[in-house]
């Protein structure tokens, strides 16, 4: 199995940018679909962006679509999202998981990090 760890969030402004990064190890991570969820207060987790195995595929959901971007280095075990244009709407707490599917539900994926906060100020 494989162990997720999540870095790089923060506090920013309104407007700003920020680079989360999800470090896998314990397991090969090149065999995971992996995606990025998210849990505001008060708020179900849901789902931000995935990204399929070798990187060729990826998904957004509409509210982040030409603001965030996520990728993957294989070599490094390591998915990133790159978020700009930040918007106080996207606060909270942000999990990057790995599964077998390429999908957009919770229950899709099999292993979660512990997520990192991300707080953006109006």
């Known amino acids: 199995q494989v162990q997720l760890v999540e870095s790089g969030g923060g506090l920013v402004q309104a407007g700003g940018s920020l680079r989360l990064s999800c470090a896998g190890s314990?397991?090969?991570?090149?065999?995971?679909?992996m995606a990025w969820f998210r849990q505001g207060p008060g708020k179900e987790r849901e789902f931000v962006a995935s990204?399929?195995?070798?990187?060729?595929?990826?998904d957004y959901q509409d509210s982040v679509k030409g603001r965030f971007t996520v990728s993957r280095d294989n070599t490094e075990n390591t998915l990133y999202l790159q978020m700009n244009t930040l918007k106080p709407e996207d606060t909270a707490l942000y999990y990057c998981?790995?599964?077998?599917?390429?999908?957009?539900?919770?229950?899709?994926?099999?292993?979660w990090g512990q997520g990192t906060q991300v707080t953006v100020s109006s």
């Open positions: 990204i399929s195995r070798s990187g060729g595929f990826k």
């Open positions: 314990g397991g090969t991570f090149s065999q995971y679909a």
């Open positions: 998981a790995a599964g077998r599917l390429r999908l957009s539900q919770v229950a899709s994926y099999d292993y």
